[in-house]
């Protein structure tokens, strides 16, 4: 993450926590005392250096913008770095390597020691989908968070229509579609 961790944060108040109210105002690019997911992008950035991805910006923002407007206020954007770092922590662990990045058998790890039973091939979708190509393909920070966002948000759609936690349920086409548009749009 780009940016300063520091201590301070004159003018924070409560609820947003020390250090963020003056990386808030340096992220704030416009001055609107709001950040959008363009501003947000623009101070995040995996281990590569590279920026986030505006899907993970978006889920992220969508999550903490109580009002709905498309941006986060300096408490959202304090909510928002406790959240990100608590997913670069869990990153950090499943990073055997310290590479930066999570590999296929780090993720796989990371999927089971969270307690989803996923095979390896669905790993290997994720990777397909979300790695850079390579002939070692791994996820940098941001698409690491993205992939526990909505993997956690479909299976708690999943776990509602599951009543008997039996690991099977049966839904209309439209019931489906509802699902995903819900959780991941």
Same mark, same amino acid.
């Given at each position: 993450?780009?940016?300063?961790?520091?201590?301070? $944060? *004159?003018?924070?108040?409560?609820? /947003? !926590?020390?250090?963020? #109210?003056?990386?808030?105002?340096?992220? =704030? !690019? =416009? %001055?609107?005392?709001?950040?959008?997911?363009?501003?947000?992008?623009?101070?995040?950035?995996?281990?590569?250096?590279?920026?986030?991805?505006?899907?993970?910006?978006? @889920?992220?923002?969508?999550?903490?913008?109580?009002?709905? +407007?498309?941006? &986060? =206020?300096?408490?959202? #954007?304090?909510?928002?770095?406790?959240?990100?770092?608590?997913?670069?922590?869990?990153?950090?662990?499943?990073?055997?390597?310290?590479?930066?990045?999570?590999?296929?058998?780090?993720?796989?790890? /990371?999927?089971?020691?969270?307690?989803?039973? @996923?095979?390896?091939?669905?790993?290997?979708?994720? @990777?397909?989908?979300?790695?850079?190509?390579?002939?070692?393909?791994? &996820?940098? @920070?941001?698409?690491?968070?993205?992939?526990?966002?909505?993997?956690? +948000?479909?299976?708690? /759609?999943? %776990?509602?229509? =599951?009543? $008997?936690?039996?690991?099977? *349920? %049966?839904?209309?086409?439209?019931?489906?579609?509802?699902?995903?548009?819900? %959780?991941?749009?």
């Amino acid at each position: 993450i780009r940016g300063r961790w520091g201590r301070g $944060g *004159v003018g924070a108040g409560p609820g /947003a !926590a020390a250090g963020a #109210f003056s990386w808030f105002q340096a992220v =704030d !690019a =416009d %001055r609107s005392g709001y950040i959008s997911v363009k501003e947000l992008k623009q101070a995040l950035v995996n281990s590569n250096w590279s920026t986030f991805n505006d899907e993970t910006c978006l @889920l992220m923002i969508n999550m903490f913008d109580k009002t709905r +407007s498309g941006r &986060i =206020d300096v408490y959202g #954007f304090s909510a928002l770095l406790r959240f990100i770092q608590q997913w670069k922590n869990l990153f950090q662990q499943y990073d055997r390597d310290q590479s930066g990045s999570i590999s296929f058998n780090e993720l796989q790890q /990371a999927f089971s020691q969270m307690g989803y039973n @996923l095979s390896p091939q669905f790993s290997q979708l994720l @990777l397909a989908r979300y790695a850079p190509r390579s002939s070692n393909p791994s &996820i940098q @920070l941001d698409r690491f968070i993205q992939i526990c966002m909505q993997l956690q +948000s479909t299976t708690d /759609a999943f %776990r509602e229509k =599951d009543t $008997g936690l039996v690991g099977n *349920v %049966r839904l209309s086409y439209e019931d489906f579609l509802t699902m995903v548009v819900t %959780r991941m749009m």
